[in-house]
């Protein structure tokens, strides 16, 4: 595989130019029409022996829409295939204040969660910086944006794989991404999930790039939280509180915590009691989520009134907390359900 020019700032780009004997203001063409999600080949006001210096060192589409499956809800699913034959996934989803895109960090997972199906197969191999980028620039073109009008204005780090356990990739990607002059998504309107990797939480804070932290929580119980998230069993959920406002005192971004509803595991009374009891005075909000089943997997989601009975104990308790809306349950909404299916031949 060769390599991926999106990896590459504008800066590195221009150092790039220089050093292929072109002209420093090509390396602003190339990174605008990379940027409008076009291939090396496309780019029209590069003169072609400057191209064919660019491919015989970089893929020419690092990533491709290999399927695209619509919800009924209008939520869209997508499977991009990678220049090297593996595939990920990404949703677009619609809302009133904008269109929000959930991309991928790696091939896979190794977090092996209970409830979720990217770590069916374990970790292949992380994303590039780049890949990702990709994978934006990819749909904002399918629908019609530019970098004047995005189509995407803002992205959430929630597909396959846990992005702080691809962190140097991940971290260059959110420069990219946010760099002036082209796709330019503010930092502000991107969210990092995380299963709660404490350390990188910490580099992360460190780092000046005041996204919104989100941390897969689903139990305030640390040995209850270990049956669903092997993670729990490295980091206590003492040390991911005190992460969290480490990353406040740095970025002054509250930080969100999902919480994902399972029937018989974390979504009684007692467990939203706790959650409140935890969670009372800090400068968070918390994220409820109907789990979207993966059949792989022997654990089934909350029903609704369960869902707002867990809601109303965390409202009474004075916590911010919202039920997130269901998107894309029919076609395979879950994080890794389409590409587990697809490697299984379904």
Not at 1 to 30: C, H, N, P, T
Not at 108 to 114: E, I, N, P
Not at 208 to 226: F, K, M, W, Y
């Amino acid at each position: 595989m060769k390599e991926i020019l999106q990896d590459l700032s504008l800066e590195e780009l221009g150092a790039l130019v220089l050093s292929l004997g072109e002209k420093k203001f090509r390396a602003s063409q190339l990174w605008r029409g990379l940027m409008q999600g076009k291939k090396i080949s496309d780019i029209t006001d590069l003169p072609k022996a400057f191209k064919a210096k660019l491919l015989e060192r970089f893929e020419d589409e690092p990533l491709k829409i290999a399927e695209t499956l619509t919800s009924s809800d209008g939520t869209e699913k997508y499977l991009f295939e990678l220049a090297d034959g593996n595939i990920v996934e990404g949703v677009f989803m619609r809302y009133k204040y904008g269109n929000t895109q959930c991309v991928s960090t790696q091939v896979g997972c190794r977090m092996s969660c209970a409830f979720c199906a990217s770590g069916l197969n374990g970790l292949i191999r992380n994303l590039t910086a780049g890949e990702i980028l990709c994978q934006i620039l990819a749909i904002n073109a399918r629908h019609g944006g530019t970098l004047e009008k995005r189509a995407v204005t803002n992205v959430v780090l929630m597909g396959s794989g846990e992005p702080l356990d691809n962190y140097d990739n991940v971290v260059k990607f959110l420069k990219n991404v946010s760099a002036e002059g082209g796709i330019c998504i503010s930092p502000r309107n991107i969210s990092l999930s995380t299963c709660g990797i404490v350390p990188k939480m910490y580099e992360l804070a460190d780092e000046g790039i005041p996204v919104n932290l989100t941390v897969s929580l689903h139990n305030a119980d640390d040995e209850e939280r270990a049956r669903v998230m092997p993670v729990a069993k490295a980091y206590k959920i003492a040390d991911i509180l005190k992460a969290c406002d480490y990353y406040f005192q740095k970025t002054g971004r509250r930080y969100i915590f999902e919480y994902s509803l399972i029937e018989g595991e974390n979504a009684d009374r007692e467990h939203a009691e706790r959650l409140a009891a935890l969670l009372k005075g800090r400068p968070c909000h918390v994220n409820l989520i109907r789990l979207n089943e993966v059949k792989e997997r022997a654990l089934s989601g909350a029903g609704e009134k369960e869902a707002y009975r867990f809601l109303g104990v965390l409202e009474r308790a004075g916590l911010s907390a919202t039920l997130r809306r269901r998107t894309g349950a029919d076609i395979g909404g879950a994080c890794g359900q389409l590409r587990a299916s697809r490697l299984k031949g379904e």
